[in-house]
C-alpha cells in the first residue's frame, strides 16, 4: 500500500516521541519500586538490628546486677541477705531474687507478693531445677561486650512462677562463697514474657505498613520463638516447611554470626508464602553469645507495600500518557506543516516540469 508522505512523516514522529518516552516509563516504574523496597529493607533492618540492642542491653543489666550483687553478698553476714536483695526485686521484669547453698535449698528469697507458686520459698528445694543444675556445674558467660565479668544464664523457658499470660522466665545466676565458708548461688528470675513484649520487641507503624518483630532460636527443623509481637506465637515452634521456599534462605542467615554487637547486619529478602509476597529483615546474636538467637523483623500487611508500587506504576503511566498525548498533537501539527510544504514543493516542481515557469 502506497502511503501518503503526511502518513510517512507521522509514523515518523510518532515513533521518535513515543518510543523514548515509553523506556523512560519502564525504567522510572523500575527505579521507583526498586527504591520503595530499597527503603522498606532499611527499615527492617533497623528495626531488627534494634531488637537485638534492646535484647542485648537487657541480658547486660540483668547480668551486671546478679555479678555485682554476687559480690556485696560474699562480704556480708547470710542473716542479712533476705534484706540486701529485697529492694532489688522492684527491678523492671524482675519476679525474685534468691540464694540457695550447693544442696539446692533456698537460704533467701524476696518477698513473694510478685510470684506465684511455692518452689521458691525460704527452705525449698530446688536442686532438680535444671537452670540450678547448669549453675552448679560452672556454666557461666559473658553478659556484656564492656565488661568481662560473667554470669550464669538461661534462654526463655516455661514455669509456673510467673504470673504472666504466657509463664516464660529466663534465669541468671552467680556463685560465691559466703562469710561462712560455704558455697551459694545468687538467682534472678526475670519474667521474660512480660519485658520481651513490652520492651525488646519493636512495634512499627510506618509508611510501608505495620512491622512486626520476634526473637527465635533456629533449628535443623524450624524456629523456636520466644517472643512475638503477634503473641498468639509465642512458645510455639514453627517447622521448616512453614516457610516453603525460604528456609533456605533463614539456614544461610542462621549461620552468619557476627564478632560484636556493633557488627549486627540483618539480612533482608522478599519472597513468596502461599501466593503472598513477604518482606522480612533477620539478624543474629554475636558469636560471643552462647546460644543461637536470631532477631526478626517483619511487615504484617505486605499488600501495602504492593499497593504503594501499583500506585506508583500507575502516576507514571498516567504522567507518560499525558506526554505521548502531547507528542502526538504536536506531531500532527508538525506533519500537516511539513506535509504542506513538501506537497507546494511537489506542485512546483511538476509545474516547471511541464514548462509553466510562472
Known amino acids: 500500500m502506497d502511503l501518503s508522505i503526511k502518513v510517512k512523516l507521522l509514523i515518523i514522529f510518532i515513533l521518535i516521541s513515543v518510543t523514548p518516552t515509553a523506556v523512560a516509563v519502564l525504567y522510572a516504574d523500575q527505579v521507583d519500586t526498586n527504591d520503595i523496597k530499597t527503603q522498606l529493607f532499611g527499615t527492617l533492618s ?8 534492646n535484647f542485648f ?11 555485682s550483687t554476687a559480690g556485696v553478698l560474699s562480704s556480708e553476714d547470710p542473716s542479712l541477705w533476705s534484706a540486701l536483695i529485697e529492694p532489688l526485686k522492684i527491678r523492671e521484669g524482675v519476679i525474685l531474687y534468691l540464694v540457695a547453698d550447693s544442696n539446692g535449698k533456698v537460704a533467701a528469697v524476696t518477698d513473694p507478693s510478685k510470684w506465684a507458686g511455692t518452689w521458691a520459698a525460704i527452705g525449698s528445694d530446688i536442686s532438680g531445677k535444671a537452670f540450678f543444675s547448669e549453675m552448679k556445674s560452672g556454666v557461666e558467660y559473658r553478659y556484656s561486650e564492656s565488661d568481662q565479668g560473667k554470669v550464669y544464664y538461661s534462654l526463655p523457658f516455661n514455669d509456673s512462677i510467673s504470673n ?40 512499627l507503624d510506618s509508611v510501608f505498613g505495620e512491622i512486626g518483630s520476634n526473637v527465635f532460636t533456629p533449628t535443623e527443623s524450624g ?12 512458645g510455639t515452634f514453627l517447622q521448616a516447611s512453614a516457610f516453603g521456599d525460604a528456609w533456605s534462605f533463614y539456614k544461610s542467615v542462621s549461620q552468619k554470626r557476627p564478632n560484636s554487637i556493633a557488627d549486627l547486619s540483618p539480612d533482608t529478602a522478599e519472597y513468596t508464602l502461599n501466593g503472598q509476597g513477604r518482606f522480612v529483615g533477620v539478624g543474629m546474636a554475636p558469636s560471643w553469645y552462647p546460644y543461637s538467637l536470631g532477631f526478626f523483623a517483619y511487615v ?59
Open 46 to 53: 533497623g528495626v531488627s538490628k534494634l531488637v537485638g540492642l
Open 57 to 67: 542491653d537487657y541480658l547486660e543489666r540483668n547480668g551486671r546486677s546478679v555479678y
Open 164 to 203: 504472666s499470660a504466657k509463664p516464660l522466665v529466663v534465669a541468671f545466676g552467680k556463685q560465691f562463697a559466703g562469710t561462712d565458708g560455704k558455697t551459694y548461688y545468687l538467682c534472678l528470675i526475670s519474667d521474660w514474657y512480660s519485658v520481651a513484649q513490652g520492651k525488646i520487641l519493636v512495634r
Open 223 to 234: 524456629n523456636q520463638i520466644w517472643a512475638d509481637t503477634n503473641s498468639g506465637r509465642v
Open 300 to 358: 504484617t500487611n505486605p499488600e501495602r507495600v504492593y499497593a504503594m508500587a501499583s500506585e506508583s506504576t500507575k502516576w507514571n503511566f498516567t504522567i507518560a500518557g499525558g506526554v505521548i498525548l502531547g507528542s502526538l498533537v504536536l506531531a500532527f501539527l508538525a506533519t500537516r506543516g511539513i506535509s504542506s510544504s513538501v506537497k507546494k514543493v511537489s506542485e512546483d516542481a511538476k509545474k516547471i516540469a511541464s514548462g509553466d515557469l510562472r
